[in-house]
């Protein structure tokens, strides 16, 4: 970790051609290709605990920690472990195993009001089923969204607000049909009235109201707790459901993630990240009496051929056995709160104006002064310029932060007191250069 030369990347830039001749943009999920912060990607070879290592032998301190799911850190030992153990098995059957019924056991056990849970491969796919669940119980199509919060990329989900306060979606990407945008209304967040409006309005039409309790995809946008009472309160009332997508949140801020710090129960969660300890899962439950209307059981199909994959299981049931056993969600919480405290005195004396935003083990730095944002549309557009060069400083200085102002980061287990000097004296310097 000590200061390098600019040398470009030559090793990295020599793969990145060939990624751009086989993969469309030269990635696999769009992010990764630098274009919010410029530049070209790095390509990473290894990680190991708090660090990742390109393919030009630089290494850089990880605060991305792959979106969120390194939770313990890159190649965790008993993560590694139990991921081998579990292969030398077989890695998949497409039938019944022990292991999934133990991570369900697990997860249920920690959860609030998660009684029973299907397993999926990703994000994605837990919001897009949870979202059919929640239509066929109630009969309803209606579904409802906050701008700002992200919920994987399926269709009704992939809707940005058109204008007008609760306004009628609009397809966010070509290739979603109006038809399908169309039944999904997308609010602003930390709006009371107008979510009354739209309940007022339509009510009891809607099937599901759809939230991140912690939104972390656009900025971190923390709600104020009376906010999601609000929505717990109106869904009861209209018999919509309450959804509460914990996709990053989910074993991450605690155990019960934001359902348990919040005191909030949602009708349905979604969880994905960390609950696959860096393999993909996803998953959605809630009560039995909801789930039960999954096929076989009930009237809603949902499937899959790898969905409980031994392997990936192992590394989920690992991950989390390793967080209660050393108590990861409070030791995360003191490392969050230490990097607050170090992190105060600079930003205070930072001439450009940056603030950090925190909840446990995410945090977001937002390049803008007075109250931090609460809604999408306060985030100051400018943020985003005064990001990309303050990136760049920071990796060249060792430290890898997401390739985009609206990401946040992610400490783990694997950072140490070090790591967090490291991240704090990178910023100094970053912000006296700006
Ligand atoms: C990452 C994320 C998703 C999508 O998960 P994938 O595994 O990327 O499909 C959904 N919701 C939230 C809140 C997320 O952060």
């Known amino acids: 970790m000590t200061e390098r030369s600019a040398q470009p990347r030559v090793t990295s830039a020599a793969w990145f051609k060939r990624a751009k001749e086989c993969l469309p943009g030269g990635v696999n999920s769009p992010v990764r290709a630098f274009h919010a912060v410029g530049g070209e990607p790095i390509v990473i070879r290894s990680g190991r605990g708090a660090l990742i290592e390109d393919v030009d032998g630089r290494t850089y301190v990880d605060f991305v920690c792959s979106w969120g799911p390194l ?8 993560v590694v472990e139990a991921v081998r153990q579990a292969a030398e098995r077989g890695t998949t059957y497409g039938a019944l195993c022990e292991l999934e019924i133990e991570l369900a056991e697990t997860v249920t056990s920690l959860y609030p009001g998660l009684e029973k849970v299907r397993f999926v491969s990703s994000g994605t796919e837990a919001t897009m089923s949870a979202i059919r669940l929640a239509r066929g119980v109630t009969g309803r199509d209606v579904i409802v969204k906050f701008s700002g919060c992200y919920h994987g990329h399926a269709d009704h989900l992939l809707v940005a607000a058109g204008s007008g306060l609760a306004t009628f979606g609009q397809p966010d990407s070509a290739g979603v049909p109006e038809s399908f945008a169309s039944q999904t209304r997308i609010l602003p967040l930390d709006d009371d009235e107008a979510l009354e409006t739209l309940f007022h309005q339509e009510g009891d039409n809607i099937a599901a109201v759809i939230v991140e309790p912690i939104p972390a995809n656009n900025g971190l946008l923390l709600q104020r707790e009376a906010f999601l009472r609000k929505l717990r309160n109106l869904t009861q009332k209209h018999g919509a459901l309450l959804l509460f997508d914990e996709v990053i949140s989910g074993f991450r801020v605690g155990a019960g993630g934001a359902a348990e710090l919040f005191g909030i129960t949602p009708d349905l969660a979604t969880f994905g990240k960390v609950i696959g300890g860096g393999l993909p899962v996803g998953g959605f439950g809630g009560a039995g009496t909801i789930m039960d ?3 076989p059981e009930g009237p809603v199909y949902q499937a899959g051929t790898l969905s409980g994959n031994p392997v990936a299981m192992a ?13 990861g969600w409070q030791k995360l919480e003191t490392a969050g709160k230490k990097l607050e405290t170090m992190l105060a005195p600079i930003l205070e004396a930072s001439k450009t104006p940056v603030q950090l935003v925190r909840c446990a083990s995410v945090f977001w730095l937002a390049f803008q002064g007075g109250a931090a944002p609460r809604r999408a549309d306060a985030i100051e557009p400018r943020a985003a310029k005064n990001y990309r060069r303050f990136f760049h400083l920071m990796l060249e200085n060792g430290v890898y932060l997401a390739p985009s102002s609206y990401e946040v980061g992610f400490l783990s287990l694997a950072h140490e007191e070090k790591h ?15």
Not at 315 to 327: F, M
Not at 420 to 430: E, P
């Open 71 to 78: 939770i313990l850190g890159h190649a965790h030992q008993a």
């Open 293 to 295: 209307n999954l096929a």
């Open 315 to 327: 590394a989920g049931l690992e991950t989390l056995r390793t967080l209660k056993r050393e108590q």
């Open 420 to 434: 967090l000097q490291h991240l704090c004296n990178s910023i100094s310097a970053a912000l006296d250069k700006m």
